[in-house]
Each structure stands twice: as structure tokens, then as C-alpha cells.
């Protein structure tokens, strides 16, 4: 019985490490103007950095998924940082076309010019 719950502390201590990110996960692509030496010094640099960063981060993941999307942030910010294209999630796109309102009908009287408040008497 000692033995079956040695075992399972130990796969559940194993188990609740995180492992850290071997790479990112998005894809970079070399930015208007930089050659591929430059791209492939930039990527060793910011996957050094990130790795780095996110290792001696204060806050430890909390699953697989959260350490890759935290290193994925960080490489991303480097490599735009470079001057390389990064990804963008399509929330940040902004919508362009605005929204149309007709116009007032033909011989509508113009508003009321406004003043400034009266003073009370």
C-alpha cells in the first residue's frame, strides 16, 4: 500500500510541473527588407530572450497552454520589435466601414441655435 501511494505522489508531483514552451507556436515571417540572416539572428535572439523571461517570470503558469500563449506574447513582441511581420488576432481589427445614416428629408427647419446656460435670477 506504501508503495501504490508512493507512486501516485510522485505522478502527481510530476504532473503538476509545468514544462516550458519549446518554441513558439505563430508564425513570423521576415520583415520588408531583411534578409533571411537577419530574420534567423532575430528569431535566436528573441526565443533566447523569451525563454529567458518567461523562466524568472514571478507568475507560474498554470497549464500547457497558458506557458505557450505567455511565450508566444513575449516572441511576438520581439520579433515586431525587429521590424518583423507578426500575427494578428482578428479582435484587433478594426472595422472600417462606417455605419451610414441617411440624409434629413428636403426643406427640414435647422436646429435651434444653442447658447451657453442662463444664469439663474
Same mark, same amino acid.
Given at each position: 500500500? *506504501? !508503495?501504490?501511494?508512493?507512486? &501516485?505522489?510522485?505522478?502527481?508531483? &510530476? +504532473? ?5 514552451? =519549446? =518554441?513558439? +507556436?505563430? $508564425?513570423? $515571417? /521576415? =520583415?520588408? =527588407?531583411? #534578409?533571411?540572416? !537577419?530574420? @534567423? #539572428?532575430?528569431? *535566436?535572439?528573441? %526565443?533566447?530572450?523569451? @525563454? ?16 505557450? !500563449? #505567455? ?5 511576438? !513582441? ?6 518583423? %511581420?507578426? /500575427?494578428?488576432?482578428?479582435? *484587433? ?7 451610414? @445614416?441617411?440624409?434629413?428629408? /428636403? #426643406? ?14
Amino acid at each position: 500500500m *506504501l !508503495q501504490i501511494l508512493t507512486i &501516485l505522489i510522485s505522478v502527481f508531483l &510530476l +504532473s503538476a510541473c509545468s514544462t516550458m514552451p =519549446g =518554441g513558439p +507556436s505563430i $508564425l513570423v $515571417l /521576415p =520583415g520588408t =527588407g531583411k #534578409n533571411f540572416d !537577419q530574420f @534567423h #539572428n532575430d528569431d *535566436l535572439l528573441c %526565443r533566447q530572450l523569451t @525563454h529567458t523571461q518567461v523562466a524568472t517570470s514571478q507568475k507560474e503558469a498554470d497549464s500547457e497552454d497558458e506557458a505557450q !500563449q #505567455n511565450y508566444d506574447i513575449v516572441y511576438i !513582441q520581439c520579433m515586431y520589435s525587429k521590424g518583423h %511581420r507578426v /500575427p494578428v488576432p482578428g479582435e *484587433l481589427m478594426y472595422d472600417t466601414q462606417q455605419e451610414w @445614416h441617411p440624409p434629413p428629408p /428636403p #426643406n427640414t427647419p435647422a436646429p435651434p441655435q444653442t447658447t451657453g446656460p442662463r444664469p439663474s435670477p
